[in-house]
Nanobody, 122 residues
Framework: QVQLVESGGASVQAGGSLRLSCAASGYTSIMAWFRQAPGKEREGVAGIDSAGSTTYTESVKGRFTISRDNAYTLSLQMDSLKPEDTAMYYC????????????????????WGQGTQVTVSS
């Protein structure tokens, strides 16, 4: 059983930056960030595997950067934030070698964090 703990969520004005972090209590192969706004489905934002390969949803390309230090830590640098980025952000992870096409799918991963709120005001 892997526990995931997110941190770094805050309220920020449009155009600002935030850095989210996720700490895992056990080994993970893939790690990913998802977000969910009220009334919306959970959306995959960015994913990264153990080799450092990354994928992003189109709406955040060029603004967000996912990175990891090792199998246990994950970060999401968010720049040029927009009001539409407002959501609860969740860390997800799995020790399996999950195929890349699954990285941003809601069923990608066995382990999920509790979420951290990001609010972007105009």
């Amino acid at each position: 059983q892997v526990q995931l703990v997110e941190s770094g969520g805050a309220s920020v004005q449009a155009g600002g930056s935030l850095r989210l972090s996720c700490a895992a209590s056990g080994y993970t192969s893939i790690m990913a960030w998802f977000r969910q706004a009220p009334g919306k489905e959970r959306e995959g934002v960015a994913g990264i595997d153990s080799a450092g390969s990354t994928t992003y949803t189109e709406s955040v390309k060029g603004r967000f950067t996912i990175s990891r230090d090792n199998a246990y830590t994950l970060s999401l640098q968010m720049d040029s934030l927009k009001p539409e980025d407002t959501a609860m952000y969740y860390c997800a992870a799995d020790p399996r070698d999950v195929p890349s096409w699954l990285w941003l799918m809601p069923n990608c991963c066995n382990y999920w964090g509790q979420g951290t709120q990001v609010t972007v005001s105009s």
